[in-house]
């Protein structure tokens, strides 16, 4: 019995599915950056934090750990986007739970954010002002 209810974007198998999810990715970043002013913001952060990131990073880890944040905040900010649209989509009626999962997706970024500034922070001050090695 075939089921009637299945989005038939799901039958995709092998490479046509990775394919088609890279460009369905591809085009949900480029329509965040029109739509969506704070997340040009974080990502304009981003793309100077991982410039930065390859001229401070000693080594590997280093590169990683400054990298981790950085990009943390953009998929923060992509969440938090789906979700305001989302809840936009249904209904742009206010309502205590719209509001309570629009004020969680802003609590996911602004936890990435502070996440941002505490490495990026105390990896500046111990590398410039209290220098291990």
């Known amino acids: 019995m075939k089921d009637t209810n299945r989005n038939s974007q799901k039958g995709k198998s092998g490479f046509k599915r990775i394919k088609n999810a890279f460009f369905y990715s591809l085009s949900g970043i480029m329509s965040a950056w029109r739509d969506e002013e704070a997340f040009r913001q974080i990502a304009i952060c981003a793309t100077l934090g991982i410039v930065a ?13 400054l990298l981790l944040p950085c990009f943390l905040a953009l998929c923060s900010e992509l969440i938090n986007s789906a979700i305001e649209n989302a809840v936009d989509f249904t209904s742009l009626e206010i309502h205590p ?34 220098p291990i090695y």
Do not use: P, T
């Not at 990131?53 to 750990?65: G, P």
């Not at 969680?104 to 001050?125: D, E, K, N, R, T």
């Open 97 to 130: 739970l719209a509001k309570k999962a629009k004020d969680m997706g802003s609590a996911i970024q602004l936890l990435a954010c502070i996440f941002w500034v505490i490495v990026w922070g105390s990896y500046l001050i111990n590398r410039f002002l209290h």
């Open 53 to 65: 990131s390859f001229f401070l990073a000693r080594d590997w880890v280093e590169l990683v750990l």
